[in-house]
């Protein structure tokens, strides 16, 4: 019988693709920054708060029928004077657990972000390869407009949309429709950013031998655009999109802060920021500070985040 421990060693598979990803020199730089894995952590951390809010949240504040104005001003880890009720951090004026309103407000916050950046790339990478492809006139007046309004600060220009939209809402949509204009104005704000990369990286790559092999094949420019020219810009798109997601949250903080962004009936936590500030010195600092303090880690941990991002795909840095 032939002896079965001399036979040839059978080849091994091949990695699957969680394993090459965990081979990649990305996931290595990853795990060698604190700052990242940190950022990415809180990220994870307050996504899924939101995300799973109804599960987490101990009551819904803003289902009336669960709101007792007894508990109202009550301090955090404290029990109240008349109902004897503890919340971990406290109530704000019409007794709501100002813990479920971060939650409740957090995803508002999250959505109208993640959705505004979602417009402003979509908007941003389809102007970039329009004008770096075909250049011309088309070019010339793209690259125009974003010159003007980058003169603008976003903020402005986000306030100036939102406000002409609603002003074309009818009245009894307007609650209903905040929400939408607030990602429409914020978008349309935030789009040149995305139109400039992508057109530099268009001019490049339009000149290349590949791109010239696919107009000799016959292929249409807008499948040259999209299946060609727009891969390559991707990981610079990304890098903005996620910067972006953290200012556009503080965007829609600002303007909800100044009262022209997410309604009383879906506040978000700019709105929350709002009306904690009218009793911050009266006593009640715990309806700002939570709400603020959230809306920093927020902010600061997705910011982070993509800075070690930029850096991580930046090919001269390697």
């Known amino acids: ?17 969680w394993a090459r990803f965990a081979d990649s020199d990305f996931f290595y730089s990853f795990k060698r920054s604190p700052v990242a894995v940190v950022s990415f952590t809180v990220t994870m951390l307050l996504v899924l708060s939101a995300v799973f809010a109804p599960l987490i949240a101990p009551t819904n504040p803003f289902d009336p029928a669960s709101l007792n104005l007894m508990n109202g001003f009550t301090p955090p880890m404290e029990p109240n004077a008349f109902t004897q009720e503890s919340f971990l951090m406290g109530t704000d004026d019409q007794g709501r657990d100002v813990f479920s309103t971060i939650l409740y407000g957090m995803r508002i916050s999250l959505f109208v972000g993640a959705a505004a950046v979602l417009f402003a790339m979509v908007l941003g990478i389809f102007l970039g390869l329009v004008s770096g492809y075909f250049g011309g006139w088309t070019e010339t007046i793209i690259m125009r407009i974003a010159d003007v309004q980058l003169t603008f600060p976003s903020i402005l ?27 429409i104005a914020i978008g349309l704000s935030d789009w040149v950013q995305f139109a400039r990369v992508v ?12 791109v010239a092999a696919a107009r000799l094949i016959g292929r249409s420019p807008w499948a040259i655009m999209i299946k060609h020219i727009l ?22 903080a600002t303007l909800s802060f100044l009262g022209v962004g ?21 006593g009640e600092w715990w309806i700002l500070f939570f709400p603020a303090c959230t809306l920093l880690a927020l902010a600061l941990s997705v910011n982070l985040l993509g800075d070690w991002l930029r850096d991580a795909l930046n090919p001269r840095l390697k």
Do not use: C, H
């Open 1 to 17: 019988m032939a002896d079965l421990s001399t036979s040839a060693p059978t080849k091994p598979g091949r990695k699957g693709r």
């Open 157 to 183: 220009v986000a306030m100036l949309i939102f406000g002409i939209a609603k002003g074309f809402t009818p009245v009894e949509y307007r609650d209903q429709m905040a929400i939408w204009v607030l990602i």
């Open 262 to 282: 997410a309604p009383p009936t879906q506040p978000s936590l700019g709105t929350l920021i709002r009306i904690g500030q009218g009793f911050l010195f009266s």
């Open 199 to 210: 057109r530099g990286t268009t001019l490049v790559e339009k000149n290349k031998d590949y």
């Open 231 to 252: 891969p390559n810009a991707l990981s610079p798109v990304l890098v903005i999109a996620t910067i972006s997601l953290a200012l556009a949250i503080i965007a829609e």
